[in-house]
């Protein structure tokens, strides 16, 4: 019995040396370059995203995946290729993934900051509409008082 797992051991442990291969994968021909990857990262994942919301008439938006292709001049073979090859480079998967995390949360703040201001904007005229609408009321107020306060005009017959 003792002798049977010792075998099962080192058979397990040879097979698992010997599995691990440590060559480097091969460069596909037309391999994206980094940055460019990142960019087409993002703009995959935003598509992806942006699957999920339906329009107004209930349907779902447009495969942006075939535009994202066309913007980059690529084709979905490369970019699988191209995928697979950073994928098995673990450092620079990371690398790129950062970038563009980096650039998606650039993205958010700019939006913030957008949309923060569109606020700050709708505040200031919707001041404007209630200061105005207390000095219209002001106005009224003075005017019924006045025409309260005066005496009716009665002609004189002569």
């Known amino acids: 019995m003792i002798l049977r797992t010792r075998y099962f051991l080192s058979f397990s442990l040879i097979f698992v040396l010997f599995s691990c291969n440590k060559t480097k994968t091969p460069k596909p021909k037309d391999l994206i370059p980094k940055d460019t990857m990142v960019n087409l990262l993002m703009d995959m994942h935003l598509a992806n ?29 490369r970019f699988k290729e191209s995928h697979e090859y950073y994928m098995k480079e673990l450092p620079e998967y990371i690398a790129i993934y950062k970038k563009m995390e980096d650039s998606i949360f650039g993205l958010l703040k700019k939006e913030k900051k957008k949309l923060k201001i569109k606020d700050s904007i709708a505040d200031i005229k919707n001041k404007k509409k209630l200061n105005e609408i207390k000095l219209k009321k002001k106005l009224n107020l003075k005017n ?3 025409l309260k306060k005066k005496k009716p005009f009665i002609r004189k017959k002569s």
Request: hydrophobic fraction near 20%; charge should be positive.
């Open 49 to 77: 995203r942006s699957r999920n919301i339906k329009t107004v008439n209930g349907d779902r938006k447009p495969n942006y995946f075939s535009l994202i292709y066309k913007k980059y001049k690529i084709d979905s073979t």
């Open 144 to 146: 019924r008082q006045s």
